[in-house]
């Protein structure tokens, strides 16, 4: 008799954790593109000291890529989205080592960060054709 009281009324599903409109790529977008100004600054500036905290700054812009798009790949994208898009696995996984130390965490190659900001952008057109459906 208590479960009966206890027991949801109303079950409800949802694609995602919480309401739409939390979850938008341009979050990992903007810390690339912080990530590719801060190397395009660095290479222009030949003071140790700049350079050592434009590094050290480029490495938290860059773990900030990877925690957005790591939100995005587990949290907004689901099953039916990996059935209709069959290269996101990949591509998440692409962009993410992109954002690590095998790429801009440990490089300050402008064009490592162009590769990665083309990876974000690949991910929001499939982000915004998914919640136009």
């Not at 907004?76 to 080592?97: C, D, G, I, S, V």
């Amino acid at each position: 008799m208590l479960l009966k009281l206890l027991r949801p009324k109303t079950m409800v599903s949802a694609h995602c954790d919480l309401p739409c409109g939390v979850y938008d790529p341009a979050q990992a977008r903007i810390e690339a593109e912080s990530v590719k100004a801060i190397c395009d600054k660095y290479a222009a500036n030949e003071d140790p000291e700049f350079r050592a905290r434009a590094i050290l700054i480029k490495e938290q812009r860059s773990e900030l890529v990877k925690h957005h798009l790591w939100v995005l790949w587990t949290d907004y994208f689901k099953p039916p989205h990996f059935e209709k898009y069959p290269q996101l696995h990949q591509l998440f996984n692409e962009a993410t080592k992109l954002a690590g130390a095998a790429g801009t965490k440990g490089s300050m190659d402008p064009k490592v960060a162009d590769d990665l900001l083309g990876k974000i952008a690949e991910i929001d057109k499939i982000f915004w054709e998914t919640k136009q459906a």
